[in-house]
C-alpha cells in the first residue's frame, strides 16, 4: 500500500502562484510515476502531471508554460508548480501514484484549489 498526502492549497487570485506538495509514505519502492489529477465540482477527473521515477516529465498540453512538475529532495515528494492562476484553475487536486503492477494505483484525498477575486 501507498499513502499519499496532498498539502498546499488554498485560495488565490487570479495571476498569483500556489505550489502544492505530496508526500507518499508506505511501499514506495513499488511506485514508478507519481502525478497530479484536478476535478472541478460536477466535473470529471482531468490529468494535470505527471513525473517518473527516473524523472520524465508529462504536462498536460494546456497548462504548459504555467505549470510544473518536479520531485523533491526526498524521492518520495512530489511538486506541483502553479503560475499565472486563473478562475477555470479552480478544482481539487489530487495526487496519484502508479504502482509498477499495471493498472494499480493509489489516491491522495485531495486539496482544494480556489482561484477567484
Known amino acids: 500500500q501507498v499513502q499519499l498526502v496532498e498539502s498546499g492549497g488554498g485560495s488565490v487570485q487570479p495571476g498569483d502562484s500556489l505550489r502544492l506538495t505530496c508526500v507518499a509514505s508506505g511501499s514506495i519502492s513499488s511506485v514508478y510515476l507519481m502525478g497530479w489529477y484536478r476535478q472541478a465540482p460536477g466535473g470529471q477527473r482531468d490529468f494535470v502531471a505527471q513525473?517518473?521515477?527516473?524523472?520524465?516529465?508529462q504536462i498536460d498540453d494546456s497548462l504548459k508554460g504555467r505549470f510544473t512538475i518536479s520531485r523533491g529532495n526526498a524521492q518520495n515528494t512530489v511538486n506541483l508548480q502553479m503560475t499565472a492562476l486563473r478562475p477555470e484553475d479552480t478544482a481539487m487536486y489530487f495526487c496519484r501514484a502508479d504502482h509498477v503492477v499495471p493498472g494499480r494505483h493509489f489516491w491522495g484525498q485531495g486539496t482544494q484549489v480556489t482561484v477567484s477575486s
Open positions: 513525473i517518473s521515477r527516473d524523472g520524465y516529465v
